[in-house]
């Protein structure tokens, strides 16, 4: 059983069920890595059994699968919304601050290392986050093109998916960096941070 398989009527629980089997797979990822959490210990700590976790999820890569999908899900809405704004490049621009807030807190860089991690182990994983990443690249590159274009720039596909490629490597770089070093100036690597995406954006 999945939420897409569920009667209309009894959508909005298994969509319920489902979030809260993620937020307890996440929990327990971030805490003992994929190989460290057993089904076991997912059920326990979404207060179910492991049976009913089994008819929403026939593993744990089909866990992990679902986490990406459900960051992808929430990352698309953004760029939609930046889209639909009057300027998108501000709208990009205000998004920055809590973007880089999130990707250099605590709780959340283990589980995202996590998952690179085992995508470059296990080739199902891979796949997942390897469809995700082409989803949502996919979509920053029309969001940053309409903003290339709006700023009077004629840059062909390739000058775009590079652009969209160096901003993303900036984010991403910050988790890695939160954990080598917790003690970061926050609000000096945000100023630049931003200084940087700007002239991606704008030069």
Known sequence: MSADSATPADQ????????????AASDCFHAHGFHGSSI???SKAA????????HYFENKEAIIAAIVEQDIERLQEMTDDMRAAENPLEAMMESIDAAVAEHMQPDHAPLKLEIVAEAGRNPH???AVHAADAKIMGAFEETIGLIRRAGGHQDDSR?????????SA??????????RNPDIDKETTLRIFRQIVRDLLQR
């Open 12 to 23: 909005p629980r298994a969509e319920a069920r489902r979030a809260q089997i993620l937020d």
């Open 40 to 42: 076991s210990q997912i």
């Open 47 to 54: 207060g179910m059994s492991a049976g009913h976790i089994y």
């Open 125 to 127: 994983i891979a796949a």
């Open 159 to 167: 000058e775009i998916r590079g652009r969209t490629e160096i901003i």
């Open 170 to 179: 900036l984010f991403e770089g910050l988790i890695a960096r939160s954990i």
